[in-house]
Nanobody
Framework: QVQLVESGGGSVLAGGSLRLSCAAS????????MGWFRQAPGKEREGVAA???????????YYSDSVKGRFTISEEHAKYTVYLQMNNLKPEDTAMYYC???????????????????WGQGTQVTVSS
């Protein structure tokens, strides 16, 4: 069973930064996909960023247009942790942020929520102007 635990959310002013962490446990195969999603009240859950993890050819990253150039997804294999560095935050970035995983497989649809098997409980990010 895969478990994902997010942390690092909080309240910041516009232009500020936050780093979210997703600690993963359980079985992951030789290739996997990890993603960050967000959901604002009354809106659909949307993909923000994803990273393909593989001991052979991993490292590919994917971003939505709304965060490209401001957010960076990365991973620390030794800690089984994926990060989302969020810079130049805007009020429209306010949402609950979720970590998601495809523990065995590829990033076939990296920003599509239906592609992911496992989800964390979420961490709230609030950006005020």
């Amino acid at each position: 069973q895969v478990q994902l635990v997010e942390s690092g959310g909080g309240s910041v002013l516009a232009g500020g930064s936050l780093r979210l962490s997703c600690a993963a446990s359980g079985y992951f195969g030789s290739s996997s996909c990890m993603g960050w999603f967000r959901q604002a009240p009354g809106k659909e859950r949307e993909g923000v960023a994803a990273i393909y993890l593989s001991s052979v050819d991993g490292g590919s990253t994917y971003y939505s247009d709304s965060v490209k150039g401001r957010f960076t997804i990365s991973e620390e294999h030794a800690k089984y942790t994926v990060y989302l560095q969020m810079n130049n935050l805007k009020p429209e970035d306010t949402a609950m942020y979720y970590c998601a995983a495809v523990p065995q497989g590829y990033c076939l649809a990296p920003l599509d929520k239906v592609a992911y098997n496992y989800w964390g409980q979420g961490t709230q990010v609030t950006v005020s102007s």
